[in-house]
């Protein structure tokens, strides 16, 4: 492959526009500009950006600059999950609702399928996405779309937790969780109780429901 052709590869992969001239004929731009909640779009892109050699950590920026621009963009936040998972293939071969559906089984279950320690998401990287998904939940917490994204996230938590269990500091791992989901079973709380019309808030509900179910678990582990 020619050097130029690979950059041009590579700059719509990223998200990157020339000046100079006009995007690469592929012109995934301007097919996400034109429908980026298309999965179609998202995959094909994601076949180019392994060709043309963006890491991980750049295509989850794309995402989450998309995430941004619109926080009910499901595919946006699909992408953003799968490429934070990036480890391991299995992670990213399914979509984000098969991605929840593993979580489905219980904390339990989560935790004794913790996957490689190498697809762990680190604990200040967990800390910023609760964050991102923050800001989505209390700007519309009718948009289902940002707490699918929350249900996985809780889900990465737990497995964090079960990975560093076994380490030298049992207890700070705990510890860590437990804050984790105080936090956010604070902000849940926040949600429901200043929104008198409860269907406006089902998801916050069903978020509180299930940190209230890790929570008693994390609680039964420590025992």
Not at 122 to 146: H, I, K, M, S, Y
Not at 195 to 213: F, G, N, Y
């Amino acid at each position: 492959m020619r050097e130029e052709e690979r950059g041009e590869r590579r700059e719509a992969a990223t998200g990157a526009v020339r000046t100079t001239r006009p995007p690469p004929p592929l012109l995934l731009l301007s097919l996400l500009d034109a429908d980026d909640r298309n999965f179609h779009a998202w995959a094909y892109r994601r076949h180019v950006a392994s060709l043309a050699g963006v890491t991980p950590a750049e295509a989850a920026a794309a995402a989450a600059a998309r995430v941004a621009r619109d926080f009910s963009n499901f595919s946006a936040w699909h992408e953003r999950a799968a490429t934070l998972a990036a480890a391991t293939a299995d992670w990213t071969s399914c979509t984000l609702d098969e991605l929840v559906a593993r979580e489905n089984g219980g904390v339990e279950a989560t935790a004794a399928a913790t996957p490689a320690a190498a697809a762990l998401l680190p604990a200040a990287a967990l800390r910023e996405e609760f964050d991102l998904v923050r800001q989505a939940t209390f700007t519309d917490p009718g948009d289902q779309a940002p707490w699918v994204y929350h249900r996985w996230l809780v889900g990465r938590a737990v497995a964090r937790y079960a990975a560093d269990r076994s380490g030298p500091s049992p207890s700070t791992a705990a510890d860590a969780l437990d804050a984790l989901l105080t936090s956010e079973a604070d902000a849940c709380a926040e949600l429901v109780a200043g929104e008198p019309d409860r269907s406006a808030v089902r998801w916050a509900l069903a978020a509180c429901a299930a940190l209230a179910e890790a929570r008693a678990w994390l609680a039964a582990d420590r025992v």
